[in-house]
Each structure stands twice: as C-alpha cells, then as structure tokens.
C-alpha cells in the first residue's frame, strides 16, 4: 500500500505567500511610479529649492537693509492676483471630476476658465511690477526690491510653463468634443488621464507656491 505525501512548496512559492499579504516597501511604491510623473515630482522639487535660496537670499538682504518695513504699501495688485490664482487652482480641481463624468463639452469650458484666470494673474502681476515703480521700487534699485521682482518674476515665468501644457490639452479636448468616436477615445486614453493628473498637480503646486510667497512678502515687504 502506497503512502502518499503532500508536495512541499518550492522556496520561491513560499516566499511569494510569506510576503503577499506585506506592505509594499517604499522602493517598490516608488518603482510603480509613472515615469513622466516621477519626473514631475522632481521638477516641483527643484523649483521647490530654487525659490527656497532665493526667499532666503531675499529675507537675508531684508534684515541687512537700513530701510524699515512698511516704507511701501504692498502693491494691491498683487493681493487680487492671489485672490484670482486660488480661483483657477479651483476651477482645475472640478476638471477630474468632469472627466470621469465623460463630458467633453464641461471639461473643454473647464480647462478655458483655468487658463483665462491664468492670464489675468499674470497681467495682474505685471500691473503690481509696475505698481512698485510707481512707488519709487526699482529692479535696478535696492536688493530687496529686486528680489520681489525676480522672485514674482519666476513664479510667472513657471505658471506660463503651465499655461502652455493647459493650452496644449484645451486644444486637444476641443478637437476631441466635436466627434463622438474621438471623444470616447479621448476619455477611455490612460495617457489622457495622466496629462490632466500631471496638470492638476503642477497647477495646485504652483498655486500653493504663491500663496507661501504672498505670505512672505507680506511680512517682510
């Protein structure tokens, strides 16, 4: 009479139950990244550190300067810019849920009101430049006041960046809407996916970004 015995598993299969059920690692999270996004990330970071050195630089020359705070009044262009860059932050954030919506029609209107408020940011910010020279604020003049100019400056100059991308992908939802076969491939596309995922985080980073430099201006302008 012939015993039977179960087979035992092979090392590799039980290593694969032993740590089914384990938390990813957070290389592993790291590897399930989208390229382009992982890319994005860096790209934030990078801006992140830019504008960290120069708020420094910026608050550095601001305590060495004999001038007292207050000399200026804070140019009110500015504050209406962050009042209409926290509205288009807004109007972004509804696109995703307009996308999953699969209304093509909604989303184009969506992406055109962001990018219509992106330029009335930045006119807005130039108003503000020309604001300070009203002042007696000059690019050219104190250190602390050139670096309000270059800060805001680059701020805008990363928001265009952005706007560009968002024209991009206004253009193609518009060519997109008007065919149903486009439409549904448009939608059903993961790469289209990433792109409005791709905008909505740079778009809020850069909001957040400005409303962290307002902040500072404020207490140190």
């Excluded at 290389?27 to 801006?47: D, K, S, T, W």
């Excluded at 104190?142 to 805008?156: E, F, P």
Aim: aromatic residues 12%; charged residues 15%.
């Amino acid at each position: 009479m012939l015993t039977t015995f179960p087979m035992m598993n092979s090392d590799p299969e039980r290593r694969d139950k032993v740590g089914a059920g384990a938390p990813a690692s957070t290389f592993a999270r790291i590897e399930r990244v989208p390229p382009l996004l992982m890319l994005l990330y860096l790209g934030m970071a990078g801006i992140t550190v830019l504008f960290i050195i120069l708020v420094a630089a910026y608050a550095q020359t601001r305590h060495l300067s004999s001038l007292p705070s207050g000399l200026h009044p804070f140019p009110r262009y500015f504050s209406l810019s962050t009042i209409v860059l926290l509205a288009s932050s807004y109007t972004l954030s509804q696109a995703q849920r307009i996308y999953r919506q699969d209304d093509m029609v909604k989303l184009a209107r969506c992406l055109a009101a962001t990018l219509l408020l992106g330029g009335i940011f930045t006119g807005l910010q130039v108003l503000g430049w020309r604001e300070l020279i009203t002042q007696g604020v000059f690019f050219t003049g104190a250190a602390s006041g050139t670096y309000v100019y270059l800060i805001s400056a680059l701020h805008v100059a990363h928001l265009l960046g952005g706007m560009l991308f968002l024209l991009s992908l206004l253009l193609r939802t518009l060519h997109a809407s008007r065919d149903a076969v486009r439409s549904l491939v448009f939608i059903r596309n993961p790469y289209r996916r990433m792109q409005l995922r791709m905008l909505g985080l740079y778009w809020h980073f850069i909001d957040g970004l400005w409303v962290v430099l307002f902040a500072l201006f404020l207490f140190l302008y």
